[in-house]
């Protein structure tokens, strides 16, 4: 079992650890400990933020002075093939292997808040069911976004019951910074939509096949720059190789 940064392997495909027909984000035992390994580290204040697995019960867990916070993971891509069924369908198996290949990394999968408040839905529950959202990344992180700038957003009840997690982090800067998501993020601290971004549109997934590859492209080349970015802070923060004698 990988028990170190520098076992970390970006190009580790996460469903092959997985029993068939079962999910990796909650299946995939490399998939948890890479998780454990990326994201305990130091938060913007100096304070350790450690995360143990703690059973079925808990994905992840951390437990500190900072509070209790039971995470969860979440792929960050998607093909929508039942909402999209005819664009799918007309992509290559080659494409479409392509996608499933590059995406099923750790690149592309991120943890949220795991525990439903008050019987709602968790973040990652009501970003896949809102139809201004659809599951879309990056339109999450733009909610995100707004809710360290007080805007409002889809998801702004849902992100304000899990504040003292994003609290945690202090700003979008810190957030983006602690799970290396500056793929998505420019220069300006704005998010790199997948598509064309004009509000938050009852309808927010494409409707022609072009679209769609376009669509799909980005969110592959955001999940190969991430896996870049992860792999660049492992090297940063893994001893250097002592050359055999």
Known sequence: ????????????????????????????????????????????????????????????????????????????????????????????????DDFCRATMTVGGYMLFPGERLDRKPTINQHRGM???????????????????????????????????FFALFESFTGYVEHFLLQALVDGSGQVRFFRLFDGFNPNPLPSEVDDYDTYLDRQREFVTTRNAHIAAYIRAHSPPVRPSV
């Open 1 to 96: 079992m990988t028990s170190e940064l520098s076992d970390i392997d970006i190009g580790f495909n996460v469903s092959s650890d997985t029993p068939p027909g079962r999910d990796p984000d909650s299946h995939s035992p490399t998939l948890r400990e890479y998780h454990r390994l990326l994201w305990s580290k130091p938060l913007p204040d100096g304070t350790p933020f450690t995360l143990i697995p703690s059973g079925r019960a808990h994905y992840l867990l951390h437990e500190s002075a900072k509070g209790r916070f039971s995470l969860s993971s979440d792929a960050i891509n998607n093909q929508h093939r039942g909402l999209l069924s005819d664009a799918y369908g007309s992509q290559a198996q080659q494409v479409n």
């Open 130 to 164: 809102h139809p201004r959202i659809r599951d879309r990344f990056d339109l999450t992180l733009e909610c995100i976004r707004r809710h360290y700038t007080g805007e409002n957003s889809p998801l702004s009840e849902t992100l304000a019951r899990y504040a003292n």
